[in-house]
């Protein structure tokens, strides 16, 4: 199993700032994955993000409101950008299992609250 | 575009009793379906992975079968604990590992 770690674990943020979020794996991975989980709902996917490409993002999401870097096989962050408080949510990053493992394994989460 | 539907939203059992929490998904084109167990600022677990040609999984006190044709899956958890409280999420898995949730069933086992 990969052991993620996810920085930080929760913030609170004005409306109109911007919050990086950090997920440190520790094994080389080729994918993770950003999720978003809503208050009172289910886990959402964000963006796919290869080492060495620009992130992949699913329908109603866009690289200018939630920028991704993939610089190394073990570390991403994602950007929350121009926040609102339709933004507060949890952020998870989820990686695969060693050998292609399809097993997700992922981080405790950052619970973001904007004010 | 798949959709996951997880009944009930919560259970809530005494200890001793088994669990049983359904899954229910619209696209049965699916590369593989995931059991994840949800604790309050501890992120994820992964408790079970059904591949799309298997029929069930087993790892200890838990099962989760598969009925591909009809859409379905159900997570049984024998002997229910009250360490087993957390909220349970059905994924169901397309290309490029990409999950789809459904919105979890809460479970509260009272000792």
């Known amino acids: 199993s990969a052991v993620i770690s996810q920085k930080p674990s929760r913030d609170i943020c004005q409306r109109g700032t911007s919050l990086t979020i950090q997920c440190q794996v520790d094994s080389q991975v080729t994918m993770m994955f950003w999720y978003r989980q809503q208050p009172g709902q289910s886990l959402t996917l964000i963006a796919t993000?290869?080492?060495?490409?620009?992130?992949?993002?699913e329908s109603g999401f866009v690289i200018d409101k939630f920028p991704i870097s993939r610089p190394n096989l073990t570390f991403s962050t994602l950007t929350v950008s121009n926040m609102s408080p339709e933004d507060s949510s949890i952020y998870l990053c989820?990686?695969?299992?060693?050998?292609?493992?399809?097993?997700?394994?992922f981080g405790s989460g950052t619970q973001l609250s904007v004010l | 575009k798949q959709e996951v539907t997880q009944i009930p939203a919560a259970l809530s059992v005494p200890e001793g009793e088994n669990l049983v929490l359904n899954c229910s998904f619209t696209?049965?084109?699916?590369?593989?379906l995931q059991w994840f167990r949800q604790d309050p600022g501890k992120g994820l677990t992964s408790l079970l992975l059904?591949?799309?040609?298997?029929r069930e999984q087993t790892s200890g006190r838990l099962n989760a079968s598969l009925d591909k044709s009809s859409g379905r899956s159900t997570l049984y958890i024998a002997a229910s604990q009250p360490g087993d409280s957390a909220t349970y999420l059905c994924?169901?898995?397309?290309?490029?590992?990409?999950?789809?949730f459904g919105g979890g069933t809460r479970v509260l086992v009272k000792p």
């Open positions: 059904i591949q799309s040609s298997q």
């Open positions: 994924a169901v898995g397309a290309a490029g590992n990409k999950l789809t």
């Open positions: 993000a290869n080492q060495g490409s620009e992130a992949t993002y």
């Open positions: 696209d049965s084109a699916i590369y593989n």
């Open positions: 989820s990686v695969e299992g060693e050998g292609g493992n399809e097993k997700l394994f």
